[in-house]
């Protein structure tokens, strides 16, 4: 039985995927006009139109996103047994998460896991927001902005922002009156690159839930990630805003102090995430059920 030829596969695969000509040449290390070469010959061997093209854009015909479906798990089943071969049929894994995540609260646990689990050894790989949900590059993802198809989406839990302070800092705090008293210090602002949001956004939405305004002559620094923000804090230049997971650190439980204040619910919720083609995958539903007890604690905290 003659099949498609395997590039031409992937070069379709990585086009739908990513939805640009551009990024699928770029992700695949080739030229675009090779990329569309290819997908060419693929519509020439089906005999069908994959991509509706007008002018510089396009989009999946029907057939098409039958196809991407079906090829997204069989390029999927291909890495697999490849993996297996390569590492065994178990004891590898790849997770892929944020930065703060991986710092301030799974790196910390990961002991108990290789204590529960020695057999499993877990590889770290940080992703943006918006990941490459490819299990070419990753078995698994920690993330808030899940899938909608083809993939398990496990909840893990909804971030809260509170305040924290260095412990020199809440000395000057405590005792005096809430929240009058944290105007008198700087506010350590986080403000994301790839986002909408103005300076001291974080600050305004925390006053708004407690029902207080934000000072317009309050001095707010920024910072371009929480883990910059929170060392900050922690090494008493003002007071800032940071998520729950973050506090269940014990050795960051010993140098910030949380301020006895209301928390902010921001709406961003986190999932375990994997593709549905490995959820049997004796591993990866090791790891998800320690995730649930470790998620079940903080949310229980």
Known sequence: MKLPPLRALQCFEAVARLNSFSKAAEHLNVTQSAVSHQVRLLED?????????????????????????????SLGNLSNASQMIRHGE??????????????????????????????????LNMVGDQPDYNDQFTDCFITMNPP??????????????????????????????????LWQHPLLSVQYSDTNESL?????????????????DVKINQFSHVLLA???ARYNLGITLISNYMMDDQDRQQSLVRIPMHELITGDKFYFV??????????????GRWLKQQCYELESA
């Open 274 to 287: 994997y593709k549905e083609t490995r959820a049997r995958q004796p591993d990866i539903m090791k790891l």
């Open 148 to 181: 909608e198809r083809n993939f398990v989406n496990q909840f893990m839990f909804t971030e809260k922002l509170y305040p924290v302070c260095g412990k020199k800092l809440w000395q000057q705090l405590r005792n005096k009156p809430l929240p009058d008293s």
């Open 200 to 216: 001291g956004d974080d600050w305004l939405r925390w006053c708004m839930s407690g029902k207080f305004e934000l000072p317009k």
């Open 90 to 123: 178990s004891g590898n894994l790849r997770l892929a998460l944020y930065s703060s995540v991986a710092v301030n609260w799974l790196i910390p646990k990961l002991e108990d896991f290789r204590n529960q689990h020695p057999e499993i050894e877990i590889t």
């Open 45 to 73: 061997y089906l005999g069908e139109t994959l991509f509706n093209r007008q002018g510089r854009s396009f989009s999946l015909t029907k057939v098409g996103e039958r196809y991407f479906e079906e090829v997204t798990n």
């Open 230 to 232: 929170a060392e900050a």
